[in-house]
């Protein structure tokens, strides 16, 4: 056996267990956002310290997850294409896709709002395509449009988790709106 194996065995389990945290993590605190580190750690089927070995704390965890629930999000909107066909049709795509992440990770409603960065700038480029090409409005500055359709959908999010709408009617709702704001 040589000196080198060792190490990449327990580099292989420090893998393993990281990656089992962020599993449990995301799916415990899409269920319960307020789950602590010993919860996850359970869920996980490791030590609490072995959480702490990976994440200094709760926020860095948290931090962990949604990073990669953003990378995911921008592989799914990377896959769209979204330079080739109809700039207003891709952004309700990339809207869409965005919302059925939402839907599947409850935790992203917890977001805080420069999370949104990196969709937002794939949102701004569409729609300055989409205003050049006469299909979204000019009337509205490019940074206003992209702040109202995050807010619309963080606003459909709230309205759900109040239960004032159901996630169905949420989505109409906000489709209906996005449109109407979008369109010359």
């Not at 921008?74 to 896709?97: E, K, Q, V």
């Not at 939402?102 to 917890?110: A, D, I, K, N, S």
């Amino acid at each position: 056996m040589s000196e080198n194996q060792p190490v990449r065995h327990r580099r292989t389990d420090a893998e393993r267990s990281r990656t089992a945290i962020l599993a449990a993590a995301l799916e415990l605190l899409d269920e319960h956002p307020d789950a602590g580190l010993e919860r996850i750690a359970e869920a996980a089927h490791v030590t609490r310290q072995t959480v702490y070995a990976h994440f200094p704390s709760r926020d860095a965890l948290l931090n962990a997850v949604l990073d990669e629930l953003t990378a995911d999000t921008l592989r799914a909107i990377d896959d769209l294409d979204l330079d080739h066909g109809s700039a207003f049709g891709n952004a309700l795509g990339l809207i869409d896709l965005t919302w059925r992440a939402f839907e599947r990770h409850p935790l992203l409603r917890h977001v805080p709002a420069g999370r949104h960065d990196p969709v937002a700038d794939r949102l701004e480029e569409l729609i300055r395509r989409g205003q050049r090409e006469g299909e979204i409005t000019r009337e509205l500055p490019v940074h206003w449009l992209v702040s109202t359709l995050i807010s619309l959908g963080r606003t459909a999010g709230d309205s759900i988790a109040a239960g004032r709408l159901t996630a169905r009617t949420a989505y109409k709702t906000l489709h209906t709106t996005l449109t109407r704001v979008l369109q010359p």
